[in-house]
């Protein structure tokens, strides 16, 4: 099996180790990659470095016609991708598919953004010592960017750090999850056939015992981190000055009141609890539903999960495929008999075979049960029953995470209550928490992070305000 490269300051480049990545589902060998060595990443940070004031001085054209480039490259190279993405990550090629064109869009919205991207001016002379005065703010970059990228979307979240970076004018490293860093290594590969200057970028998969080198290097600035919680708080602990953005995922809940459309709100349950099997930030995990409808709801949303298709990834009918390793199942399996042993009553699922968990609903669950406290992160929902609305939105709140909430209701001043009542960085309203919009603010409060994703949100999360006042116009 080849080695692929890693990319180095923009050219692909080989360390002297490798490392094989494994499919979930099969046990068979998807790729092998290359690893960097120290000095090779020593040499990506200097460059980085040493590119950073030209990067921030790139034109608007050159940085857009980039971002364009890469949207149409994976716009050819889709069917491949989604592929690879499937192989690495184990979620069935029709979610594969739509991750591809998220990033397509995404890398698509960066380059409008970008041409839209500029300074405003502030007249001043609204205050007679002020005569003559105009201020030009702008927007600057705070420097080289390190981002820190997760498994569960190895393609679109390393696409959410990449691209707002090239609009702002920052270089960037990325270092992968050592699950599925062919996915990112694929997009370096399209990166490099851009216009953007040698240092601009590198895609460096080193084992996460050697992450803390990056995050401690005072030539990156900015540190954008994907993943757990304990890992997150750690990296913002370690350098508490420098700009820290974390999104640390979640157990979100999804609100089904008693005016809902309840055949929608089942149905929508079922997918999204168990989409990417349950291992995104954003799947359903806590279902609150209201006492006069649980037992109508509860009946059509057994009703759904029992029509889930699971099985192997690669079939355009699988609808929930493996974890992305055996290990990560044996947890959420012992998650599952913790509640179950605890006293929760086991709705359906619970087995596991290999890496693959069925879909499981539970009811019933102790409130101190980890299905309940913490991010499952596996395709697992807990019900639970409440009395009113007000029951409902302290139920979302009572947890230590804040990402994303769903509440299904018709009544337009109960979705104006939520929106102002819920401690959550996201409200849908008529659907799941599960619902993401590329070109939307996107990030959470409380433990599950800080700062915005998104793509404007993310450029100006990157950048700074700098304002220049001129002096003796004639307004």
């Known amino acids: 099996m080849d080695v692929r490269t890693f990319w180095l300051a923009g050219r692909p480049a080989t360390g002297d180790s490798s490392l094989t990545v494994t499919n979930s589902h099969t046990g068979q060998a998807v790729g092998t990659y290359s690893v960097p060595t120290d000095a090779q990443v ?13 990067a921030a001085a790139l034109p608007v054209h050159v940085r857009a016609e980039a971002l364009a480039h890469v949207s149409r ?3 050819e190279r889709a069917d491949e991708i989604a592929r690879l993405i499937t192989a690495e990550n184990g979620k069935p090629i029709f979610w594969a598919r739509g991750e591809v064109g998220r990033a397509i869009s995404t890398f698509r919205f960066a380059a409008e953004e970008t041409r839209r991207w500029s300074g405003t001016a502030m007249r001043l002379d609204t205050e007679p010592a002020a005569t003559g005065r105009l201020a030009y703010v702008s927007r600057v970059p705070y420097g080289p960017v390190l981002a820190i990228t997760p498994f569960n979307f190895p393609l679109n979240l390393v696409a959410h750090k990449v691209a707002p970076a090239i609009a702002v004018g920052a270089p960037i490293i990325v270092k992968p999850a050592p699950a ?4 990112s290594l694929l997009l370096g590969e399209i990166l490099a056939e851009t216009d953007l200057p040698a240092g601009m970028f590198s895609v460096l998969p080193i084992e996460n015992s050697r992450a803390s080198a990056l995050v401690e290097d005072p030539r990156l600035p900015v540190v954008s981190f994907t993943g757990s919680g304990p890992v997150g708080y750690s990296i913002m602990d370690s350098v508490p000055r420098k700009h820290v953005v974390l999104e640390l995922g979640g157990n979100a809940a999804a609100v089904v009141l008693a005016d809902a459309d309840l055949d929608w709100a089942a149905s929508r349950v079922a997918l999204f609890s168990n ?7 954003i799947a359903v995990q806590r279902v609150i539903v209201e006492e006069a409808v649980s037992e109508a709801f509860t009946g059509k949303l057994l009703t759904a999960v029992g029509g889930l298709v699971t099985g192997d990834p690669l079939d355009e009918k699988t609808q929930v495929g493996p974890l992305v390793s055996e290990d990560a199942a044996i947890r959420v399996e012992s998650w599952i008999q913790e509640a179950v042993a605890g006293g929760a009553r086991l709705l359906a699922g619970g087995g596991r075979d290999g890496a693959t968990i069925e879909p499981t609903v539970l009811a019933d669950v102790p409130a101190g049960a980890k299905v309940v406290c913490e991010e499952v992160f596996g395709p697992v929902m807990v019900i639970e029953t409440v009395p009113s609305v007000d029951a409902a939105f302290a139920s979302v709140n009572d947890s230590k995470y804040g990402l994303q909430a769903g509440v299904f209701t018709r009544s337009l001043d109960v979705a104006f209550r939520a929106n102002r009542e819920l401690e959550v960085g996201g409200v849908i309203i008529g659907d799941v928490p599960s619902y993401r919009a590329d070109q939307m603010p996107y990030g959470g409060v409380k433990e599950s992070g800080v700062g915005r994703e998104g793509l404007r949100s993310a450029m100006e999360d990157l950048t700074f305000e700098k304002t220049m006042v001129l002096t003796g116009l004639a307004l």
Request: charged share 20%; aromatic share 4%; proline share 4%.
């Open 180 to 183: 599925t860093p062919l996915s």
């Open 42 to 54: 020593e040499e990506a940070v200097a460059a980085a470095a040493a590119v950073t004031r030209e």
């Open 73 to 75: 490259r994976l716009t």
């Open 275 to 281: 989409y990417q099997a349950g291992q995104s930030c």
